[in-house]
């Protein structure tokens, strides 16, 4: 079950459980979405996004539906959980936990 | 499998969809940018990355790692098993004994009661039978007209065939032989599905008078008599001596059956056909087979009745004399065969699970007791950060390895269990069935992944709790207080008591039957059988003559005091009772009068030293004459004696008989040890008809007759063959021989289950002991008194002994029962028993709480005080 890029992965699995939190939205969107708020800084590569989509769906924090698109086909929305909500508050609370003592670290060493 | 596939290629379709949507969207947007469609198209697919591989990573996601977590859990528990040697054998071999027993009576079960008979669509066999509604009596045998009247005017069968057995000599050999011969009506073979396994059926030709003499031979014979020769087929097996009309004296061997075929039962050796055309198989009246039947595919037994029922009363218009009162009853085959044995069987296979349940209990105390153990181990995983479903999962795999090891070890002493069950119960039905099989197995891996969960839940739900606690506190101290324990311990009390009870009962019941005086005296009594067949009956003179001369021979040789035949061995349970009708004074007819009626010829009183009470013993007369019993007189004449009153047999049928009683015979226990003597009446006969026992009492022990009696019998009747020699003591000990088994078992069961209670109390005691060893040092220093220590554990282990036995007392009642009917000169709450159990258990529970007691007092306060 122990995956090796567990940090990385956790980083990505937040950004997308954020964007899924503005409403339900297709993976194209939610690439582009990440892109838009990131300020393009973050490239996230389709290759990881869809594998990190379907593991955070089969944790429970992910509900998805087919749906008519945008451009009126169908696509895949996702949407985010009770739990995915309560997952995501919890994972931003020690993530700037984490980052305000980082800036702290960085901060003092100056 | 295939839904596993199926929802497969419905997830990678469905994957597909979403990824080409995004590769759509992407190339919309291209176009948009005022690309060409082309450029367009390759310029999405090369940002997005192969929608192939990324199906498969998708498919990845999906997947269980189901397979690598086994793999690895099953690995650690072998390496466990290495580590922790004596406990890990301690449990293999509990379970050994559990899963082992448990799966020999399984496979008892599972032959007998649950398995189809070996015929091709065995539940459409059903046995038919013919009863006489008008008297309630009993079924009767079958004309073999009426059989055919029923094989030809049903709508509901694919056809009903007959077949009645008859004992007979082989003359070929020095001294006669006993052949078991099965004569059958037509159809024989097509309603049980077989064929022969060499050679062929009988031909239609063969089942007519003046056709060819056909016999199929068993597979026994064959192997016997003949060296399993391939070339049987057209050779002959010669018979005692030929009955003009009725029998030849050689058969053609036609075919040989297969080994598992033993039908009507195991002993028959050959099978030939009754001509149904013969002038004397004409008469309605003549009461000859034993019917069995196939019904058509997906006909029920109900459909099945009716339609026969309306045969039967059609016949009962067309020949009004004969057939008027009969009706018909039909059983399924399977429910014939297996009869009373279910209820034994399944009274053992409850005891087996009693004691697995016992044995899990026990193991589940042990793995509690080692949980508290490697609590560090298992606090270390939580802090490394596995969840603790994994580490459920990790610890139910351990007890899944033992008990794996377990089942197996167990297998290997249930695949004893056919020849155990041979040995000890020859008598029960389809015993030659029982083997080991995949069912078997099958059925044993279940018991392993069932103990597993009842054993291993337990103690991992709360070896992780506590651990979780643990790993959260970073505390090593364990508290003292394990109440599940305690519990397990009270369940192992209480089911042993159950079981105890249950063998105590049936003890008991076997002792009272051991005490019981039958009224006649069984010991120094020779039995045998001559070899007769029905076709004898015809001449009744002449059968009258041989029967007198060969009671006379019996008589005469040196060390015999009396001899006599009977129609039903006393003591033997098994006879039916008939209904009679006494000819004087007015009738009541509401009032019936039944009695177990037996033929026995003069000499049967001395034989069986049954006093006569009044009147004469049987004596040879021109005219039927009758003994009954005090309880018939009493029953049905009260105070005044039933001498010079006359009785008839079967009043409603074609064959009655008419007797004047001429004495009475006092009480004795004709119908089986354990049944109070009933209304009898005896019929002085000395006729011998097939099946008949003849009865000598000796002078010393009996069997060392029984060459000289053979050689007798041999000089006056070189034809006939000396069978089923045997004293009457031996066959009165066999009939109980499905009781004293039963008995032993469930005792054997229930004295593995006490010890395994005591040992669950030892090792629970023992434990609290040790991990409190630093409580009782310090007590110890502060000046507690050792004697209080010791008592303090005695009190602990006694007072959840005292709560299982009241549990197991509270169980044992509701479910004692199950015994009804199997016991004997008892009552089911026999207080007796249920105390000497509950004593028993007490103190063999006091003891073994004793020894950890002692230990915990002879603590050295100052030894373990040093050690922290």
Known sequence: MKDKSEVLQGTLDMLILKVVALGPIHGYGIAQRMRQISKEVLQVQQGSLYPALHRLEKRGWLESSWQESESGRPAKFYKLSAEGRKQLAQEQLSWERVAGAIALILRTAE | ?868
Not at chain 2, 261 to 289: G, H, I, K
Not at chain 2, 354 to 368: D, G, Q, S, V
Not at chain 2, 660 to 674: K, M, V
């Open chain 2, 1 to 868: 499998m295939r839904w596993l596939r199926r929802r497969k290629q419905r997830e990678a379709r469905e994957f597909e969809r979403e990824l080409q949507f995004h590769i759509e969207e992407l190339r919309q947007r291209n176009l948009a940018a005022g690309m060409s469609a082309k450029e367009a198209r390759r310029q999405a697919i090369l940002e997005f990355g192969g929608p192939e591989q990324m199906t498969e990573q998708l498919r990845e996601v999906h997947q269980i790692p189901i397979l690598e977590t086994v793999t690895a859990n099953l690995k650690f528990g072998l390496r466990l098993l290495r580590r922790a040697p004596a406990f890990s054998m301690a449990i293999v071999l509990t379970l050994t004994l559990g899963i082992g027993a448990n799966s020999a009576v399984f496979s008892a079960i599972d032959a007998v009661l649950l398995r189809a008979l070996p015929f091709p669509h065995a539940d459409e066999l059903v046995v038919v039978r013919q009863y006489n509604y008008k008297e309630k009596s009993p079924w009767s045998f079958v004309a073999p007209v009426r059989l055919e009247d029923w094989n030809k005017s049903n709508s509901t069968f694919q056809a009903i065939t007959g077949y009645y057995v008859e004992n007979e000599s082989e003359t070929s050999l020095p001294v006669p032989e006993k052949l078991t011969h099965a004569l059958v009506a037509p159809r024989f073979l097509q309603v049980w599905g077989v064929a022969p396994a060499i050679g062929r059926d009988f031909l239609p030709a063969e089942e007519l008078l003046g056709g060819p003499d056909a016999a199929l031979i068993s597979d026994r014979l064959w192997h016997k008599r003949f060296n399993a020769d391939p070339n049987i087929v057209g050779k002959s097996l010669h018979f005692g001596s030929a009955i003009p009309g009725h029998r030849p004296a050689a058969y053609t061997i036609v075919g040989v059956m297969s080994p598992s075929f033993f039908f009507p039962d195991r002993d028959v050796d050959l099978w030939s056909p009754v001509p149904t055309n013969a002038p004397y198989a004409q008469s309605r009246e003549s009461t000859w087979y034993q019917c069995i039947g196939r019904l058509k595919p997906g006909v029920t037994v109900k459909k099945a009745l009716a339609d026969l029922s309306r045969v039967q009363s059609d016949l009962g218009r067309q020949f009004p004399k004969t057939d008027a009162n009969l009706a018909v009853s039909l059983s399924p085959a399977k429910q014939v065969m297996v009869g009373e044995s279910s209820r034994s069987l399944w009274i053992l296979f409850g005891a087996v699970t009693l004691l697995l349940l016992i044995a899990c209990t026990n193991i589940a105390a042990l793995l509690l007791a080692r949980m508290s153990d490697r609590e560090q181990e298992i606090s270390v995983r939580f802090s490394l950060g596995a969840s603790r479903r994994a580490v459920i999962g990790q610890l139910l795999t351990e007890t899944f390895v033992l008990a794996l090891v377990g089942s197996i070890a167990g297998l290997t002493l249930a695949s004893g269990a056919a020849k155990l069950f041979r040995t000890f119960t020859p008598n029960l039905p389809r015993v030659q069935e029982i083997a080991l099989d995949w069912r078997i197995v099958g059925y044993s891996l279940f018991c392993a992944l069932f103990v597993t969960f009842l054993c291993g839940l337990l103690p991992a739900l709360r070896g992780t709790r506590l651990a979780g606690s643990l790993a959260k506190a970073s505390r090593t101290q364990v508290s003292g207080r394990y109440p599940a324990q305690w519990v397990l311990v009270g369940i192992q009390i209480a089911l042993a008591v159950t079981l105890l009870i249950g063998a105590g009962l049936l003890q008991r019941s076997l002792q009272e039957l051991a005490r019981v005086t039958p009224g006649f005296d069984a010991s120094r009594v020779l039995t045998l059988q001559i070899s007769e067949s029905y076709g004898e009956t015809a001449d009744m003179k002449a059968l009258t003559q041989r029967s007198k001369h060969i009671l006379e021979t019996l008589r005469g040789i040196p060390g015999v005091e009396a001899a006599a035949n009977v129609s039903t061995l006393p003591g033997i349970p098994g006879q039916q009772q008939t209904e009679l009708r006494i000819l004087e004074g007015e009738r009541d007819p509401n009032r019936k009068i039944l009695a177990d009626s037996r033929f026995v010829s003069p000499g049967y009183f001395d034989v069986m030293k049954i006093p006569i009470l009044a009147g004469d013993a049987c004596r040879d007369s021109t005219s039927p004459t009758v003994l009954v019993n005090r309880s018939f007189n009493n029953a049905y004449f009260g105070q005044s004696p039933a001498t010079g009153h006359h009785l008839s047999l079967t009043p409603n049928s074609q064959f009655t008989m008419t007797g004047e009683i001429r004495g009475i015979a006092a009480d004795s226990r004709e119908q089986g040890l354990n049944t109070e003597p009933i209304p009898t009446v005896y019929w002085c006969s000395s006729v011998a008809f097939p099946g008949t026992y003849y009865m000598m009492r000796t002078k010393a022990d009996p069997m060392t007759l029984a060459d000289s009696v053979r050689r007798t019998i041999h000089e006056i009747e070189p034809s006939r063959s000396v069978f089923d020699v045997q004293p009457l003591e031996q066959r009165l000990t066999d009939s109980f021989a499905e009781d004293r088994l039963r008995t032993m078992l469930l005792s054997l069961f229930a004295l593995t289950a006490v010890s395994l209670a005591c040992l669950g109390i030892y090792g629970t005691l023992s434990y609290f002991v040790a991990i409190r060893r630093r409580e009782i040092g310090l007590r110890l220093a502060l000046g507690s008194l050792r004697r209080q220590i010791a008592l303090r554990f005695l009190t602990q282990g006694l007072s959840v002994c005292a709560i299982g036995c009241v549990c197991g007392l509270l169980l044992a009642l509701t479910s004692v029962r199950l015994l009804s009917g199997m016991l004997y000169g008892i009552s089911r709450f026999d207080p007796l028993t249920f105390i000497a159990v509950v004593a028993l258990v007490l103190v063999v529970a006091a003891g073994s709480t004793l020894i950890p007691a002692t230990r915990a007092a002879r603590t050295d306060p100052m030894h373990v005080l040093r050690e922290e």
